[in-house]
């Protein structure tokens, strides 16, 4: 919804670094968060970007540029327990949308 | 610490029944209430969203109906139950408008 896009694939080697792009539509936004979901879960909050720039928190990182509509999450050192959905959701107008979420694959 | 609690976990149901799913949310006060479905394979898509007692505004319309008729607590509804209803629908709060959302476990729904 509301034009998020983000890729629908991705696979990585174990101990590697993927990185999962993110764009939006700028009218209206109140911050950009990233979650993750495991297969037949609920989604767990993972970072909040509301400034341009780059939030780290240990192993993931975000980044956010607001003039270019697009942020990105940066998960680094790959483990076989991050392979999960990672959904991109843009806050427009104070509701929560989201993207159809990108399904990362580890691989040993 | 805020907690939040979604029930049952697993729901069949025949097409044509009514629907009641509910929500409650622990240790916050006037909290922002949603209620999102996720079809297979699909994005998580916003049904309804609430920042106050009966107060509930719609996204999708739909055979389904949200009330709020206490502060923490949340439920979603049908009347008649369709096939399309099935999916996995997910009940979340935050802090304000524009702070993060905190799912609960949600509610597969097969209808049959």
């Known amino acids: 919804g509301q034009n998020i896009d983000q890729p629908t694939e991705m696979t990585a080697t174990e101990g590697a670094i993927v990185q999962i792009n993110c764009t939006y539509q700028t009218s209206g936004f109140n911050g950009l968060f990233w979650y993750q979901q495991h297969a037949g879960e609920a989604p767990t909050f993972l970072s909040y970007n509301v400034l341009d720039g780059l939030e780290e928190k240990g192993r993931f990182s975000s980044f956010l540029s607001r003039s270019k509509g697009y942020s990105y999450l940066l998960l680094k050192e790959l483990q076989m327990k991050d392979s999960a959905s990672y959904l991109c959701?843009?806050?427009?107008?104070?509701?929560?949308?989201f993207g159809a979420g990108t399904t990362v694959t580890v691989r040993a | 610490s805020q907690t939040i609690h979604q029930w049952p976990a697993t729901l069949v149901q025949p097409v044509g029944s009514p629907l009641s799913l509910e929500c409650t949310v622990e240790?916050?006060?006037?909290?922002?209430l949603y209620w999102y479905r996720q079809a297979a394979g699909r994005g998580l898509q916003l049904l309804f969203y609430?920042?106050?007692?009966?107060?509930i505004s719609s996204e999708v319309p739909q055979n389904l109906s949200a009330s709020r008729p206490q502060d923490r607590q949340f439920i979603l509804s049908s009347k008649k139950l369709l096939l399309s209803d099935s999916g996995f629908y997910l009940c979340?709060?935050?802090?304000?408008?524009?702070?993060?959302?905190?799912f609960g476990q949600g509610t597969r729904l097969t209808v049959v």
């Open positions: 609430s920042v106050g007692i009966g107060q």
């Open positions: 240790g916050t006060s006037n909290p922002n």
């Open positions: 959701a843009v806050n427009l107008d104070y509701k929560l949308s």
């Open positions: 979340a709060w935050s802090l304000t408008r524009d702070t993060e959302a905190f």
